[in-house]
């Protein structure tokens, strides 16, 4: 305690000189130099060992590590050589159909088969940029053989199943085999969720780009009767009967054409814009009352365009009084009318919107003639509103409407859709008047998808 003897040897310091050990300089424990020599130089043999077998050791675990490293980065380049071998097959149309098949089936066999990756011994880094990219590329070569195969079963099974039948929707040559390959057949962008819509699948559709001009910014402008050729206004007849025909509306059907023109000018004119302000208010239309009165208005819309024929642009201002009539209860029996609206600001902004929609295909009707108003608008409806009521895919959402109506406990629903041919019916040529108490309780129900 008095730093007399060394707390290792325990022999006196006499005339040596007492190592501190602490906790203090001044007491605590203290060593000779020759005891602290011998145990630095000890530690200092048995550090060295340590790292020798460590070393040692790394080494070992390396030498191990290696081979079985190998072997996998091996399985998973051969795999890959497969599956690229598969998809070179495929693209070449050297294998018949069930071979292709059978091809695919043996490749995912083999890539199943392939053991999850090793795990590194702790002396190896543990990071391995060689067998994350050699995993990374199989994985790529995989997509591209199931991508291919997929694509040309699938159309195997198409030609198999309907072989000739599709010659006249594709005008095919004289001679054709029936064959058809991927490049044949197009269903366009939103053909898909139509599909699916048919199996009850809802997928909301991506919103719709303009596909040959802008309208936004080509309002009116104060004191202009007309706008200048070309600024706002592309060629119609240029562009949007290959758009439409792309969409499924035929721009040769003269009644076609006219129902998908009243359906767009209804959804440009009205649907878009304002209304969707006065909806989201508390004392705005449900969507059963916007659903109705869409019909409702489609109708009108399509004899203004008919009377626009022999009286020109003008005889669109008997859908814009209607459309924008605050005064006028709502279709289906509705209550609702515009002036119910609390606030003036989004009503008067409305009856602008529709005004200056019906304006400016009343300026193409001028410029390029009926037909070209009817092909602006129309585009407008393929590419927005292809279910719509009007459009040709119409018949189809009813079919699937009444699929799930059918399904459904109707015990608390009203009167009306208790006769389900009735309903059927009615939905094809005016579902506005099966009310919007129906509609709404349909709308609920997620029948209309």
């Known amino acids: 305690m ?22 203090t300089p001044e007491s605590g424990l203290f060593g000779c130099h020759p005891c602290l020599g011998r145990l630095v130089a000890r530690a200092r043999r048995n550090r060295y060992a340590a790292r020798t077998q460590d070393a040692e050791k790394a080494r070992d675990e390396a030498a191990a590590w290696l081979p079985v490293r190998e072997r996998h980065l091996a399985r998973l380049g051969r795999v890959t050589e497969a599956a690229e071998a598969v998809t070179t097959l495929v693209r070449e149309e050297s294998v018949e159909p069930l071979r292709m098949a059978w091809l695919l089936v043996s490749l995912e066999s083999a890539n199943s088969w392939i053991p999850d990756a090793p795990e590194p ?5 543990s990071e391995d940029r060689d067998l994350k990219d050699a995993a990374f590329r199989l994985q790529l070569a995989m997509i591209g053989a199931r991508e291919v195969v997929a694509e040309r079963l699938a159309y195997h099974v198409i030609n198999q199943a309907q072989p000739p039948e599709m010659c006249e929707e594709f005008e095919c040559p004289d001679g054709c085999t029936g064959r058809h390959d991927v490049t044949d057949i197009d269903c366009g962008p939103d053909c898909i969720f139509d599909d699916l819509a048919e199996h009850g699948v809802m997928v909301e559709p991506p919103e719709p780009e303009t596909p040959f001009f802008v309208e936004a910014g080509a309002r009116r402008p104060s004191g202009t009767a007309d706008v200048r050729e070309g600024d706002s206004i592309p060629d119609m007849e240029a562009t949007a009967p290959q758009v439409l025909t792309r969409l499924g509306v035929d721009p040769d059907d003269l009644d076609v054409l006219l129902n998908a023109a009243a359906v767009g000018l209804v959804v440009d004119a009205w649907r878009e814009g304002p209304l969707e302000a006065i909806h989201g208010t508390v004392d705005g239309p449900s969507d059963a009352e916007v659903f109705a009165q869409g019909v409702d208005l489609y109708r009108r819309a399509r004899a203004a365009l008919v009377a626009a024929r022999d009286d ?12 924008s009539d605050v005064e006028l209860r709502w279709a289906g029996g509705s209550r609702f009318a515009l002036r119910t609206v609390p606030e003036a600001g989004p009503v008067a902004e409305f009856v602008r919107h529709v005004d200056d929609r019906v304006w400016f295909t009343r300026e193409v009707m001028r410029e390029q003639g009926w037909r070209a108003a009817l092909l602006h608008r129309a585009v407008s409806a393929a590419t ?26 109707r015990s608390g629903a009203p009167d009306v859709l208790t ?14 008047r099966l009310g919007v108490g129906a509609l709404d309780w349909m709308l609920n129900q997620r029948v209309f998808g």
């Open 2 to 23: 008095a730093a007399l003897d060394c707390c290792i040897c325990d022999s006196p310091f006499d005339d040596r000189l007492p190592v501190p050990l602490g906790p």
């Open 419 to 432: 006769d389900l041919e009735a309903v059927r019916a009615t939905l094809l040529e005016a579902p506005d």
């Open 121 to 125: 011994p702790s002396s190896v880094e």
């Open 384 to 409: 927005k509103a292809r279910g719509h009521f009007g459009m040709p895919g119409w018949p189809g959402a009813v079919v699937s409407a009444m699929d799930r109506l059918t399904a459904l406990d």
């Open 312 to 323: 020109g642009p003008e005889g669109l201002l008997g859908f814009v009084a209607v459309a």
